[in-house]
């Protein structure tokens, strides 16, 4: 079931469907983006993750995540993720409209229930 729920996520976000994405959480949802260029963002609440999954779609003309591995366990899961996509704007990290963008990285989610609490995405 947790698998089900990452994966609608996933289908979710790769179709620009907030609704979706917004489907899949809880009400105090916690995102956090991480990145290794010194980069984080901490987002708490579903409307908050609403508010920027609007304005970060509009961010790529193009954009999608593949599930490399998945493991679940104790209301756990960690994935391992590939990110493609093609700027729209240019970008605060120096990513210029028009060039493509391609982020290996690794998604943990927490769970209450069968909705997504907790989202940490590092690349």
């Not at 089900?4 to 983006?33: H, K, L, Q």
């Not at 960690?78 to 690794?106: C, Q, S, W, Y």
């Amino acid at each position: 079931m947790l698998d089900e729920v990452i994966a609608r996520y996933i289908a979710s976000y790769n179709a620009r469907d907030i609704d979706g994405m917004i489907g899949c959480v809880t009400d105090d949802v916690v995102f956090e983006n991480i990145s290794n260029t010194g980069q984080s963002m901490r987002l708490d609440g579903k409307d908050m993750m609403r508010q920027v999954a609007d304005l970060s779609g509009n961010a790529f003309s193009y954009r999608r995540q593949r599930l490399v591995n998945v493991v679940t366990g104790a209301g756990k899961a960690a994935a391992e993720i590939e990110f493609e996509g093609k700027a729209a704007v240019d970008l605060p990290n120096g990513i210029r409209a028009g060039e493509t963008v391609k982020i290996r990285g690794a998604s943990f989610f927490e769970f209450r229930g069968n909705l997504l609490c907790r989202i940490a995405d590092y690349s």
